[in-house]
């Protein structure tokens, strides 16, 4: 009977000790909460010419995000560029241009090198645009909007 006792609280304290193991592993299909749409700048400068230039190669993987938003439509592009670690400021460019051209599109836009690290963004027939750098996550890169 003794033994019957010890084996039944043996039990007991395994079967407690795998329900905590359970209850407080995090379970490995949890997703990443999905990323917020960029923030829209506040005050909004027009023009219908930009450049970015690109310095420095990327120290990490990461992403880009601009904001491009015409004067006439109001309406917000968020242009999103995903970089790797050791990708120099010339590719990293070249991918700021090819993002651009396949997430904003050439009509309305005249896409651009100037350079091997500027893009230049010009509005086709006069078109005014706002072009902001919302963020970047890219360690080593830096990156610069101005009117051109």
């Known amino acids: 009977m003794k033994t019957f006792r010890l084996m039944l609280a043996g039990a007991a304290l395994?079967?407690?000790?795998?329900a905590f193991a359970q209850a407080t592993t995090a379970p490995e299909t949890a997703a990443a909460p999905a990323a917020a749409p960029a923030t829209p700048?506040?005050?909004?400068?027009?023009?219908?010419?930009?450049?970015?230039n690109v310095n420095h190669d990327a120290d990490s993987d990461g992403q880009i995000v601009f904001q491009v938003v015409t004067k006439k439509d109001p309406k917000t592009t968020d242009v999103t560029v995903t970089i790797k670690k050791g990708t120099s400021e010339n590719h990293v460019a070249d991918a700021i241009k090819k993002a651009f051209v396949e997430q904003l599109g050439t009509k309305g836009y005249s896409i651009e090198m100037d350079g091997d690290e500027n893009v230049v963004i010009e509005g086709s027939g006069g078109k005014q645009y706002s072009l902001v750098l919302v963020s970047t996550t890219v360690k080593g890169v830096k990156v610069s909007v101005h009117h051109d």
């Not at 700048?41 to 970015?52: E, P, Q």
């Open 41 to 52: 700048a506040k005050k909004l400068s027009y023009t219908d010419d930009y450049r970015i």
């Open 14 to 18: 395994l079967s407690s000790t795998l």
